[in-house]
């Protein structure tokens, strides 16, 4: 464990810093969707093996363009940067996006993504937000791990986000969430949740 990690708020000087994530799965979640006759459908999620361990790689950056007014924060020990963490809050529907949570390899496995993943716990419940979402592939078997250690939980999937075969690449989208107790309905948001 690194003993002396500092969450510091980043300013937008990171904005378009690339972050390489990379990362070795032995599992995925095999996604099934089934039509049935009577014009239902469900789909299954069901953890499987792969032959044999599979490597994976994709780049991230902060402050990207698609997020509502985001925030950032870096891990440091000293002046090492051992991570980083970009969250915007999804105002329309009162939740925390974690946009991105990258922990440099070396320093894995040593505290690290867990203090980033409380400081935007306590980031979420420090705007009254009623929940905390993410996203994760289904074939990154490690992460998704990980968010269960928090309570995250599956909340959704989209099939085809990054390509029409993610189903046969292995590698769906899957949105993770953990909802949040303590939430209270704000004034500004009346009885209807803040639709319009």
């Known amino acids: 464990m690194i003993k002396n990690v500092k969450i510091v708020e980043l300013d937008k000087s ?3 810093r690339v972050f390489v994530y990379h990362y070795t799965t032995s599992f995925y979640y095999d996604l099934e969707l089934l039509d ?16 044999e361990p599979t490597e994976k790689q994709f780049e991230g ?12 924060y870096g891990a440091f020990d000293g002046d090492t940067l051992l991570g980083v963490m970009c969250l915007s809050v999804e105002d329309w529907s009162q939740r925390l996006r974690v946009a991105e949570l990258w922990v440099d390899e070396p320093f894995r496995h040593q ?4 203090k980033l993943m409380a400081k935007a716990i306590d980031y979420a ?19 998704i791990r990980f968010y269960h250690s928090f ?10 986000h990054y390509s029409n075969d993610d189903i046969l690449k292995r590698e769906v989208r899957l949105e993770m969430g953990l909802d949040l107790p303590d939430f209270e309905l704000g004034e500004q948001q009346g009885a209807d949740g803040g639709n319009p």
Request: with cysteine.
């Open 14 to 16: 990171w904005k378009g």
């Open 125 to 143: 419940r420090s705007k009254n937000l009623r929940g905390l979402v993410l996203e994760t592939q289904s074939c990154n078997e490690p992460a």
């Open 61 to 72: 950056s902060l402050f990207s363009d698609w997020l509502f007014e985001p925030v950032a």
């Open 36 to 51: 049935k006759a009577d014009g239902s459908f469900c789909f299954c999620l069901t953890k499987k093996a792969f032959e």
């Open 151 to 160: 309570g995250l939980r599956f909340i959704g999937l989209d099939a085809t």
């Open 111 to 114: 505290g690290v993504g867990k």
